[in-house]
Nanobody
Framework: QVQLVESGGELVQAGGSLRLSCAASGRTFSSYAMGWFRQAPGKEREFVAAISWSGGITYYADSVKGRFTISRDNAKNTVYLQMNSLKPEDTAVYYC????????????????WGQGTQVTVSS
């Protein structure tokens, strides 16, 4: 069992940066692939980024490639999402998720989800 708690979301101006964190409980965190997803008001949840259990494989949505970086520290049971050059269209609730297999951009393949953290980018 893994419990996930996101933090770091806040109001930021366009062009700014934020780093989201997702702290995991449970001994098996280091064996899980982790992902970040987001959901804007009135829109479906969408994939943002994912990272393999070792950190050796990362995968990004085209909309964030080159601006966002996913990373993890298995010693701290934490996964991060560094977001640079933020745009108003990045405004959403951001969720981290974990799964016992490889990286995936499919939300339904993830077993564990956090409660989300709000990111608001003003223009």
């Amino acid at each position: 069992q893994v419990q996930l708690v996101e933090s770091g979301g806040e109001l930021v101006q366009a062009g700014g940066s934020l780093r989201l964190s997702c702290a995991a409980s449970g001994r098996t965190f280091s064996s899980y692939a982790m992902g970040w997803f987001r959901q804007a008001p009135g829109k479906e949840r969408e994939f943002v980024a994912a990272i393999s259990w070792s950190g050796g494989i990362t995968y990004y949505a085209d909309s964030v490639k080159g601006r966002f970086t996913i990373s993890r520290d298995n010693a701290k049971n934490t996964v991060y999402l560094q977001m640079n050059s933020l745009k108003p269209e990045d405004t959403a609730v951001y969720y981290c998720a974990g799964r016992g297999g490889g990286v995936s951009d499919r939300g339904e393949r993830y077993d564990y989800w956090g409660q989300g953290t709000q990111v608001t980018v003003s223009s």
